[in-house]
Structures are given as structure tokens and as C-alpha cells.
Nanobody
């Protein structure tokens, strides 16, 4: 079965960096687009970034553009999210998700989801 396992979250101060990872198994990783979403307490899960199957196309939410970078290593079946200049409003549970081939900001179009990793940014 397909598994997506996020790691790398934690409690950090504003302004620092974190790198999240998402290890995938049970799917043809190189054929899937991958996305990062996040959900803060009391809010809906929102789009953060996606990367297409071959890494040739990426997109970001306006709130993270210029601070976050999504990347993938198809040899390691792993997705990354480099988060720089973290802000308290970035506090959320971060989820990775997979869908075939092309990425999208629409969360309902992703087929597989991880369990999430908590990121807490203190001011």
C-alpha cells in the first residue's frame, strides 16, 4: 500500500529555517506530482506548494513564495520542503500528498496523504 511519511517538524523561533521531508513507498514515485499542504488549528487545510512528476514545474502559495522551496529526489523517493524565515503564522501541521503526474493547488485532487508533521513557530 501507498505510504507517505513526513518528518522534520518541530518547535522553532521566528526567523529560522526548517526542512521537512516526506518519504514515499508503494507507488511509482517518479510518476507522481507531490504537494505540501498545511492546517492550522481551527482552519481549513491549505495549499503550500507542489512539484510536478519530473520537478520541471513548481508552484507556491503567495504566503510562502520566496521563503519556501519544494524539491524532490526521485532516486530516494523523497519530497522536501525547505522553509526559511519562518513566521508564527506558518505554525500548522504540514502534510505531503501525491497525485498522478501533474500538480495542483486543489487538495481534493490528491490521491494519497501522509499523517502530517507539526511545525510550531514562536515569536
Amino acid at each position: 500500500q501507498v505510504q507517505l511519511v513526513e518528518s522534520g517538524g518541530g518547535l522553532v523561533q521566528a526567523g529560522v529555517s526548517l526542512r521537512l521531508s516526506c518519504a514515499a513507498s508503494g507507488l511509482t514515485f517518479s510518476g507522481y506530482a507531490l504537494g505540501w499542504f498545511r492546517q492550522a488549528p481551527g482552519k481549513e487545510r491549505e495549499f503550500v506548494a507542489f512539484i510536478n512528476w519530473n520537478g520541471g514545474s513548481t508552484d507556491y502559495a503567495d504566503s510562502v513564495k520566496g521563503r519556501f522551496t519544494i524539491s524532490r529526489d526521485n532516486a530516494k523517493n523523497t519530497l522536501y520542503l525547505q522553509m526559511n524565515s519562518l513566521k508564527p503564522e506558518d505554525t500548522a501541521v504540514y502534510y505531503c500528498a501525491a497525485r498522478w503526474h501533474s500538480g495542483t493547488y486543489r487538495r481534493d485532487e490528491y490521491s494519497y496523504w501522509g499523517q502530517g508533521t507539526q511545525v510550531t513557530v514562536s515569536s
